[in-house]
């Protein structure tokens, strides 16, 4: 079955320090993976979409890093700060009937101590 | 531009009772989904509706019905609130369900069924 894996434990790193989430996954074949921030009792936000043939993409303070082989993508927040705390969620399209469904992972969140 | 709209913001049932969630989206997007999450689960596609008079079951759709009434609103049912019914409810929107596309999603609706 088709499965996206995503750290459970929660993340604790001191300010300034770089910040790295994982995403793993097993039994797809994405064309393009998403990074989503939630923070808490609000819906989640979009941060990042890196394509299949993209080893890697940024956007001022965040990276993100795709490797298909290993199925796995990371995320980087670099100088992280207490305002990066929140629950980061990767999701992958799902391919059903011609559509492409997207599908989370449970998220990992950050805590980013001042 | 209020992006996706979403109420009530909060609601508590009896069992057995039934209520309608309803989302609104006002970027023209022609996909709509909605969500559930729960402690550890993670986001889980309950129904999704790739345009105006479709709709498709997602991974938990047992329990619920959908309505997409127009272009902008996507509607929710309980039939008859169950316990395991307390969630919060996410209704999120698209342009399509091509690969990659991005999600916006709604505030959330705090569900407790007692």
């Known amino acids: 079955s088709q499965k996206i894996e995503q750290n459970s434990e929660a993340l604790n790193i001191q300010e300034g320090k770089t910040a790295t989430l994982t995403c793993n996954y097993t039994n797809y074949s994405p064309a393009y993976l998403q990074w989503y921030r939630q923070d808490p009792g609000r819906g989640p936000v979009f941060l990042l979409l890196i394509r299949e043939n993209e080893k890697e993409k940024r956007k001022e303070r965040l990276k993100v890093t795709f490797d298909t082989t290993l199925k796995q993508s990371l995320f980087h927040i670099t100088a992280s700060q207490p305002a990066d705390s929140a629950t980061y969620l990767c999701a992958l399209d799902r391919e059903s009937g011609g559509s492409y469904i997207p599908t989370f992972g449970r998220g990992t969140s950050l805590i980013v101590h001042p | 531009n209020a992006g996706v709209t979403q109420t009530p913001k909060f609601q508590v049932l009896k069992t057995g009772q039934s209520m309608t969630l309803q989302c609104a989206q006002d970027?023209?997007?022609?996909?709509m989904y909605w969500y559930r999450q729960d402690p550890g689960m993670g986001l889980r596609l309950i129904y999704y509706s790739a345009s105006e008079g479709t709709t498709d079951k997602g991974e938990v759709p047992n329990g619920y019905n959908v309505s997409r009434l127009n272009k902008r609103e996507f509607s929710l049912r309980l039939e008859s609130a169950a316990p395991s019914q307390t969630s919060v409810y996410f209704c999120a929107s698209s342009k399509g369900l091509a690969g990659g596309q991005t999600q916006y999603f709604g505030p959330g609706t705090r569900l407790l069924v007692l």
């Open positions: 970027m023209n997007h022609n996909s």
